[in-house]
DNA sequence: CGCTATGTTGATCCATATCAATAAGTGTGG
DNA sequence: CCACACTTATTGATATGGATCAACATAGCG
């Protein structure tokens, strides 16, 4: 593995407390791949063989059951994804799969379970990650069943909206299909929920959102700290 | 704090493995207390002083925006509630309230957060719990978004009848108004969603269940492990 | 360029929410 | 122990959000 992609790991919250012994131990072990877009790389109900973490790129966590899917999570650079499913030895939940050109590591599950058990500051990094998942679906549980889809919109835009910058003009992360299944609705209803947020000042030409009145949007919105915002 | 209360505690899996010397700090600081029905025992938002452990009685975990609320679950003796929030040292994202009379612990958040990080048996014991807390979430959002609310209730009869020992008769373990709210529907909707159960073979009176034909309702309902298994 | 996937729009259908009325429990005090 | 009040459950009628189906437009992409 190239010593720049190590870097990266390292810094994550995840392994910046470890002992730098198990880290090489964990590193040894692990191999970096690149993926092309729209590659299965891992199926839900499968055993979880490997920690994964995307370097570059972006995967996409989904679920299908009875012939449905849905969009889940996710997840963007640097970070991990599956850890509880590493953790408890249990099969995946979820299925994941990259949306572009993605680099990832595969760090065996076995090891980060070994290392978990003797490196007390690493299994400390890992409670305080797995509460943040826990965390975030929780919010996203929250959301669906309190709002309604055009107040889940509403209120995506405006998380996206930080997230970039705050600008009253900015791109949505990705295509509106699969945002669509992200929030919990079909891709059809999106198209009319954009329209329903028009009233509030929201135009939309492409992928480029432009908020034209803050507060009013906000004012519908609704935007809550307990749902929405990123990592309390 | 009484002796057999300890006992009950000790035994989680959350506390079972680490040192008695820190379970005894812990216990130290924690106390006791009896709380009749429908108290709110924590406000969404709050700061997270306490860890909480239900002795006896059950607990209801919801949520509430813009004047909607939703129950999200429910806690039975033994367990802990509210842990993520804890170690994370963040404010409550849900709520809870007895829904019968219940003795509770209240363990001080910051005599856990401090365990926590000298007691590395506690450490991974704790992963082990979030762990699990985090799947349980994501298999309710995927019964959320995958299924119709006839499945929902479906695959909850099942999930039920297994809790309750997998006879053909059994009891709700809650009162249908909070049934309707966990699975993500209104009481009406769901006093229909029973009747359009019945072709499947299920009768109800109160709150008492019947599966005329188990392999009836299964091929209807079609429950998956990555979505109605309690503990994988 | 044309091909294919994605997005939009319109028409319609269905599931679920809402509103309203009644029935059935449940608990309380006389 | 019963009558009353109050909550919860059911049922019916209706409204509405969202899904589905179909047609068309648009945008990437080879």
Redesign the interface.
């Given at each position: 593995m190239p010593e720049s992609a190590y870097q990266d790991i390292r810094k994550l919250h995840l392994f910046s407390n470890m002992a730098d012994e198990h880290f090489q131990s964990l590193m040894r072990g692990a191999y970096v791949q690149n993926f092309p877009p729209q590659i299965e790389l891992i199926t839900?109900?499968e055993p979880s063989d490997f920690l994964h973490v995307v370097l570059s790129g972006s995967i996409d966590l989904f679920?299908?059951?009875?012939g449905?899917?849905?969009s889940?999570a996710t997840v963007r650079p640097v970070s991990t994804f599956i850890?509880?499913?590493t953790?408890?030895n249990?099969?995946y939940?979820?299925s994941a799969r990259t949306l572009e050109k993605s680099r990832i590591v595969l760090v065996p599950s076995q090891d980060v379970r070994a290392i978990?058990?003797i490196d007390?500051n690493f299994?400390?990094s890992?409670?305080?990650e797995?509460?943040?998942?826990?965390?975030a679906?929780?919010?996203?549980?929250?959301d669906?069943?309190?709002?309604t889809s055009l107040?889940r919109l509403a209120n995506y835009l405006l998380r996206q909206q930080r997230r970039a910058g705050g600008g009253t003009v900015f791109d949505l992360e990705f295509e509106k299909r699969r945002l669509a299944s992200v929030l919990?609705m079909t891709p059809e209803n999106l198209s009319r929920a954009f329209k329903g947020l028009q009233p509030y000042g929201v135009t939309v030409s492409g992928t480029r959102i432009t908020i034209g009145d803050q507060a009013d949007l906000e004012k519908f919105a609704?935007p809550?700290?307990?749902?929405d915002d990123f990592s309390?």
């Open positions: 839900e109900g679920s299908q059951w009875n449905r899917d849905t889940m850890l509880a499913a953790i408890n249990a099969p939940l979820m978990f058990d007390g299994a400390r890992i409670v305080t797995l509460a943040q998942c826990y965390r679906v929780v919010k996203t549980q929250k669906l069943k309190l709002r107040e919990g609704k809550s700290p307990l749902i309390t």
